[in-house]
Every structure is written in C-alpha cells, then in structure tokens.
C-alpha cells in the first residue's frame, strides 16, 4: 500500500476507493460504454449510449455501495462494486457487481486485484458471504473459480443478448471469509 487508501497491483495500476463520482463521472462512462459494446454482459446492451451511462453512474453510488477503482497512470481502466446487503438478515454478506476492466488492459491482473480487493473490503465490513453471477462460457467464469468461488447454480435464458437470444448465467458463492 503506498497510500491510505491506494492499494498498488504493480508498479503502474493502483485500486483505490471511491466515495463520490462526481470527479470521475466521464471516465467511469466511457469505461461502461467501451466493456458493454464489447458485449460484456453487466445489465445493459450494446449499443450504449453514453448518455445512459452518465445516467446509470449518477445513480449508483449510495451507502451500501463500495466502489473501486484500477487507475494506470492515472486513468480509470477497471472498476468493481461490492454490493453490502442492508436487510436485517443478511448483514453478513454482499454482492459483487460489475467488474468491468476496459479491453485494452485485460490480461493483466487488473480484474484478479479488483476482486481481492472488493473481498478485502468485504472482510473489513463483516461479511463473511460473497455472491455473483456472470455469463455462463464468459472469461469472467474462469476468473471467479480460480479465485474459490463455488458455483451455485445456472439459470437458462437469464440474460439477452444483443442478438437478441437468451443467454444462461452461473450463479457463484464464496464464503467463510472470516
């Protein structure tokens, strides 16, 4: 760690933790834009306008949101959001939502840094459970099993795609992160 709150993945990609977005906006958009137009599968189709990732961005942050963020001098080139569950019996855990890691940069241990971080804040928070769910046959899948994530479940036709046909998801859980 070279400063609070900046966690060092080498000696150029830094994961630090956003509060507000308000400084980061654009960037945050444009790294929607260019992951889902690329056909990742986080909840929106390809195309996107830009205009509706500036609106989603302007929505997403609230209390239960942990926010992170992979700069490469000093570029926004990744994000993950850890979803903290509010309900009275689920205190103990939370969602990861979002790994995005803008082409140009994967394959580089930006999306495995997010993750560790977002279960380290999971750990700092008290949440012992961790869920998700992607796109069953997306990269993504081999990313979370190697990590220890147990696969839970699959849900045909859960998501649709920008062809317009239904696509599986695979649910995943890790827990015990005591």
């Known amino acids: 760690m070279t400063e609070k709150g900046v966690i060092t993945v080498n000696a150029d990609v830094k994961i630090e933790q956003k509060t507000s977005i308000e400084d980061h906006l654009n960037e945050l958009s444009d790294l929607l834009v260019q992951v889902v137009d690329d056909g990742a599968s ?3 189709l390809p195309p996107m306008e830009r205009s509706e990732a500036i609106d ?31 309900k009275q019996n689920g205190g103990h855990r939370a969602e990861i939502a979002k ?12 999306g495995r840094s997010l993750m560790l971080e977002a279960e380290k804040k999971a750990k700092q928070e008290r949440r012992t459970l961790l ?15 190697s990590l220890g ?26 827990n015990n992160l005591r």
């Not at 997306?138 to 979370?144: A, G, K, Q, T, W």
């Open 131 to 145: 869920v998700l769910d992607t796109r069953e046959g997306d990269p993504s899948n081999l990313l979370y099993t």
């Open 99 to 110: 790994l995005m890691t803008h082409t140009g940069y994967r394959r580089n241990g930006i």
């Open 56 to 86: 989603y961005w302007s929505n997403a942050m609230n209390p239960d949101v942990i926010l992170l963020v992979a700069k490469l001098q000093g570029k926004i080139v990744g994000s993950v959001q850890l979803h903290l569950c509010s």
């Open 149 to 174: 994530y147990i696969q839970a479940g699959r849900i045909p036709e859960y998501a649709k795609s920008a062809n317009g046909e239904f696509q599986p998801t695979i649910f995943y859980y890790k």
């Open 42 to 44: 986080i909840g929106f």
